[in-house]
């Protein structure tokens, strides 16, 4: 090509054809000093179907490098004398032999290879510099075809980026039909909950599969990859934007403050970490009685204050919290400060049908981190409470409604430490979440299982709830009940439906018998409730923060309450569900519950027709509870007086 460049110059200067071969010597050293200095500067070793600017740059600097050899050997007598404006056209011409076949090669590998083998055509939503990186990632890729633009703004209409037309909108049905889309990914990472849920509904419609580019801080992060490309979830779906936390509630309880968090291991208690880890505690105890979720736990937290350069203490404590005494010493020895109570049952049928230790784990832990607290001095102690815990239908509310009159009956009893509680509701990405299980049932192939078709739920996100719980203890002032503000309420039938169409599926019912996925409708689960609540009754107030709400609710005085849970302690010990469930009942007046007890052992103890003795061992180890109750307490009092510690009355 060179060569060929050079005799070219040399016919356009002189305007008439001309033999080459008088010219051979300086046509022989543009091949010379083209290969050297190409060879040199790289050319040779790029690969064509992933060239960019560089290459560019690259092919100026090589030609130019050439040309000036070349004027060097003319003007030394090198050849025939040619005039420098003849090197000059060479240039020119030189650079659109060089730079453009590589690139036109590119276009032929890239485009029409691609279109060939790419098994999904796809329409780009948006045509910022995000959706141009998008297209130059997928340019050539044997999975996916970019053929369209699309961009809300008007004066990008009809523009080309990468060979692609940016269409508005409105042609984006057209473009399905003609262009055969499969598929739409969204390249609009900054864009708010509230704008995405609008181009989500405009989308849903057309039976296209709809995807999310990462937003490019995870990519650089490395959190995502530039090609990786996201399902949509149910944040986009609903909508909300999550609101900024105050900084200073966010620190008043935590920074430089020994903290606890019990339940470290689970879906809230470990965001609840990472979210404390962030405002610099002086210490941070995990206490957890899954030695898996523990050792999880303390290992991620302590990456991360390896990567932040975070000086702090983090103390792993297998522990569980109906150990009043042994959460007394860990929070005396430590100078626990704060505790977020994290630690609970909260799956509904499995509580339902495990009636003892929900009812021991949400209760009475509960009662014995909150007595522990009192006695180690610990200034705030905030329970990460539930919506079901409002008109309960169902053990799992009703035990969580319990532990909040427990807090709000302690609070009775003492101005050093303040006492609260934040009830919430459905958490995304929790344990039992029901966004991944449909999507897991989408790429299956289906049934989608949906309860009922008049279900609906709450939703927030892990951080967002995490961030809330630690703002609202921080305005506590004793006894409260915080209600976090949930947004509209989703329903779950139109959730499912929303994710099917957005996966570019169609939902398989009587008016579409042909549709790709079956929605199948169980049942409502063991006191499972249609609509879940977050107020008992209408009586609340704003707080500080927009999202938080300050309820005020009625609960029982505590020598009532007191003598409720001695009973339901004693009848835990002795097995006795039926009766543990009558103390709940009398506890938490709003609890309607089936008359029908679901414990799965209780179940089988009545089927195998157990002899009548056994109900008179139960009522024996009661009095027996009893007694042992009054002898080891007063033994206690009388210990605890004579090594100076003066234990509450109670």
Not at 42 to 47: E, L, S, V
Not at 101 to 117: A, D, Q, T, W
Not at 392 to 404: D, H, I
Not at 588 to 605: F, G
Request: proline share 4%; charged share 20%; net charge positive.
């Amino acid at each position: 090509m060179l060569p060929t460049a050079l005799w070219a110059s040399l016919v356009l200067k002189a305007d008439r054809l001309i033999d080459p071969a008088p010219y051979a010597v300086l046509l022989g050293a543009a091949v010379l000093s083209g290969v050297a200095t190409f060879s040199l500067l790289g050319m040779y070793h790029t690969i064509i179907r992933f060239m960019g600017a560089k290459t560019i740059e690259r092919a100026v600097l090589a030609v130019t490098s050439s040309v000036v050899l070349l004027w060097l050997l003319n003007r030394n007598g090198i050849g025939l004398s040619v005039p420098t404006s003849t090197l000059a056209v060479y240039m020119t011409i030189g650079l659109v032999y060089v730079g453009g076949s590589r690139f036109l090669i590119r276009f032929v590998c890239l485009y029409y290879g691609s279109e060939r083998h790419a098994t999904k055509r796809v329409a780009i939503y948006g045509a910022g510099e995000p959706g141009a990186r998008l297209s130059a990632a997928l340019i050539g890729s044997s999975d996916f075809h970019p053929v369209a633009f699309i961009d809300e703004r008007k004066a990008l209409h009809g523009s080309q980026i990468n060979g692609m037309t940016v269409y508005s909108p409105k042609d984006l049905r057209q473009l399905v039909l003609t262009r055969k889309v499969e598929r739409v990914l969204l390249a609009t990472p900054s864009a708010s909950h509230r704008r995405r849920r609008e181009v989500l509904s405009a989308l849903q419609a057309l039976g296209v599969h709809v995807q999310f580019l990462p937003d490019f801080a995870d990519i650089i992060s490395g959190k995502a990859r530039i090609g990786e490309l996201r399902e949509v979830d149910v944040c986009d779906l609903l909508g909300r934007d999550p609101v900024p936390p105050d900084t200073q509630l966010f620190e008043s309880c935590i920074l430089g403050k020994s903290v606890m968090v019990t339940g470290a291991g689970g879906s809230i208690g470990s965001e609840l970490c990472r979210q404390i880890l962030s405002v610099a505690p002086k210490r941070l105890v995990l206490v957890e009685m899954s030695e898996l979720a523990l050792y999880t736990a303390e290992r991620e937290l302590l990456d991360i204050a390896s990567g932040a350069s975070l000086k702090l203490e983090i103390i792993p404590l297998l522990c569980d919290a109906s150990h009043k005494d042994r959460l007394r010493d860990v929070m005396l020895v430590y100078g626990v400060q704060t505790v977020y109570h994290a630690a609970a049952y909260k799956h509904v049928p499995m509580v339902e049908h495990n009636v003892i230790r929900g009812i021991q784990n949400n209760v009475i832990c509960t009662w014995n981190a909150a007595e522990a607290a009192l006695q180690a001095g610990v200034e705030t102690f905030v329970l990460v409470s539930t919506d079901k815990a409002v008109n309960p239908t169902n053990v799992m509310g009703a035990t969580k409604r319990l532990a909040e009159q427990v807090l709000q009956g302690l609070q009775a009893r003492t101005t050093a430490t303040r006492f609260c509680m934040v009830r919430f509701g459905n958490v995304l990405g929790s344990s039992g979440s029901v966004v991944p299980l449909f999507r897991e049932q989408i790429r299956r192939g289906g049934p989608v299982t949906v309860t009922h078709p008049q279900v609906i739920r709450y939703f927030m996100t892990i951080p967002e709830a995490a961030q809330l719980v630690i703002q609202a203890g921080s305005m506590a002032r004793g006894g409260d009940v915080f209600v976090l503000n949930m947004g509209r309420p989703v329903r779950i039938d139109d959730l499912a439906r929303r994710m099917i169409n957005l996966m570019g599926l169609s939902v398989r019912d009587s008016t579409n018998p042909d549709g790709d996925i079956e929605i199948h409708y169980t049942g409502l689960r063991s006191a499972e409730k249609l609509f879940e609540e977050l107020l008992i009754g209408n009586t609340v107030t704003q707080t500080d923060h927009p999202m938080i709400m300050r309820a005020i609710e009625h609960a029982l005085p505590w020598d009532r309450l007191h003598g409720l849970l001695t009973e339901l302690t004693v009848a835990l010990d002795c097995g006795d569900v039926g009766r543990a469930l009558e103390l709940l009942r009398q506890a938490v007046a709003e609890y309607r519950p089936n008359e029908e007890i679901r414990d799965y052992v209780w179940e089988r103890r009545a089927a195998t027709l157990l002899p009548a003795a056994s109900d008179t061992r139960i009522a024996a180890l009661g009095v027996k509870r009893r007694q042992l109750d009054v002898l080891s307490g007063a033994a206690l009092a009388k210990r605890r007086t004579k090594d100076g510690f003066v234990p509450n009355p109670s």
